[in-house]
Structures are given as structure tokens and as C-alpha cells.
């Protein structure tokens, strides 16, 4: 399940190569996607990148292909192939995709999470109700964020964050990282030279610096749930 922001960012990048064939510079995302910086822009690619939605071509500058798009994103209208045309007449129709299972997995809540300063670490407390087509594959847990620092990639105080536990991730990931052994917090990973960082999604938020030794991953984020009151 893709954040808000990667969401709108995958359409936009599909819209502007149907309309020009280029894909779109990373200003003219960051003015999209109304984002602070090109930092934000760059975070929200690798993570595409990473889901398999999106690659880089070599050897050309503003080269993005969109791989794939999210289950709910449909761009564009198909151009209906003529009728003396040999090579679509031979493909085979695209298989009707079976409707989502309504199974229901209960994973383990943790509590509360920051998505701003680190906050003590969390323990099991109950379990939540999760519909099972939200998770992959691997055993997950959702945590209640606290805090409005990854307000950018989507994700806002109250929500629920489910979590695929992962002791390790890529650049540009967001992972729940637990910090000397007694805070956490969720933010986007990224490796500086020898020291780890754990930047935010909100320009109001400073990146949180620290030797590799002082964080553990403790899983990364796989889907977001929200309750409107």
C-alpha cells in the first residue's frame, strides 16, 4: 500500500509522459506535490523505486518509467487498436483480476509510536483487526502514531501504521527504528557516511543523527489505516 504522497506522485509522473512523453523534473514535482524541497521528492522516488512502481533508465536524464500503478490508479484511456492490426489481434485478452479476499488477520498493536521526537519504546498491549489484502507476505504489527514530523509521506497523528518486522532496510525506506535500546520512532532510513539518519517528512523537523551502533530497525512500513470521527 503506497503513502498519500507516493500515491499522487506515481500519477502525476504517468500523467505528464501520456501528455509529453518526458517525465516530469524533480521541481516540477516538488511544486506537484506542493513538498518543501527536492529532498522530499528524492525520499519518495527510492521508496517507489524500491516497490517495484517505478525505474530509473540509464544514460538519460529525467528518465522515470512507471512500472506499474497502484490497484486504484487507472491513467488515461486505452486507444482502441485498428481492426487490420495483426500483432494486438494475436494478444490474448488481460485476465479479469479475482476481486480481494474480506478475510480479516488480527496483528498485535504496540501501542504508540512517534513520528516526531522519539518517544519511549513501545510494548504489546491488544491486537487489532486488519483486512488481510493491506498486508504481504512475513508477520506484521500495527502501531498508533504519535506526532506530525512524516506529515508529508501521508501519514498523520491518530493513524495506524502497519509494520512488516525487518531488522534491516534500504535508503529512503520507512522503517520503525528503535533508538538506544528504549525510544522509537518512525521515519525515513538513510545511510551519511558511518552515521544513520532518520529524517522526517516535515520541514518544521530536523534530521535525527546517530552512530550505527544506537539504531536497530525493527520493521518497515507496509500499509496505513485511518478512522474518521
Known amino acids: 500500500m503506497l503513502t498519500a504522497k507516493q500515491h499522487e506522485l506515481i500519477r502525476f509522473i504517468q500523467q505528464r509522459l501520456e501528455e509529453t512523453g518526458i517525465s516530469p523534473s524533480f521541481e516540477e514535482m516538488k511544486e506537484a506535490l506542493d513538498l518543501k524541497s527536492k529532498s522530499g521528492v528524492h525520499r519518495l522516488i527510492s521508496a517507489l523505486e524500491e516497490r517495484g512502481f ?4 540509464p544514460n538519460r536524464a529525467r528518465a522515470l518509467e512507471v512500472v506499474k500503478l497502484p490497484e486504484d490508479a487507472v491513467m488515461g484511456t486505452p486507444r482502441p487498436a485498428p481492426a487490420n492490426d495483426p500483432v494486438s489481434a494475436a494478444m490474448p485478452a488481460k485476465a479479469v483480476a479475482p476481486d480481494p479476499a474480506n478475510d480479516i488477520i488480527d496483528v498485535p498493536l504496540h ?20 483486512p488481510a489484502a493491506l498486508l504481504g507476505p512475513g508477520e506484521h504489527y500495527a502501531l498508533e502514531v504519535s506526532g506530525d514530523s512524516m506529515i508529508e509521506a501521508g501519514i498523520f497523528d491518530g493513524d495506524y501504521a502497519l509494520v512488516k518486522r525487518a531488522d534491516s532496510a534500504r535508503d ?58
Do not use: C
Request: aromatic fraction near 4%; avoid cysteine; glycine fraction near 10%.
Open 54 to 57: 517505478i525505474r530509473r533508465l
Open 111 to 130: 501501542g504508540r509510536i512517534a513520528a516526531g521526537a522519539p518517544i519511549e519504546a513501545i510494548e504489546g498491549q491488544s491486537s487489532m483487526p486488519v
Open 172 to 229: 529512503g525506506e520507512i522503517v520503525v527504528a528503535l533508538v538506544d535500546n528504549e525510544e522509537a520512532t518512525l521515519k525515513y532510513l538513510r545511510k551519511d557516511g558511518g552515521r544513520v539518519v532518520l529524517d522526517p517528512a516535515n520541514g518544521a523537523y530536523e534530521p535525527q543523527v546517530y552512530e550505527p551502533h544506537r539504531v536497530q530497525v525493527q520493521g518497515k512500513l507496509a500499509g496505513l489505516l485511518r478512522r474518521y470521527h
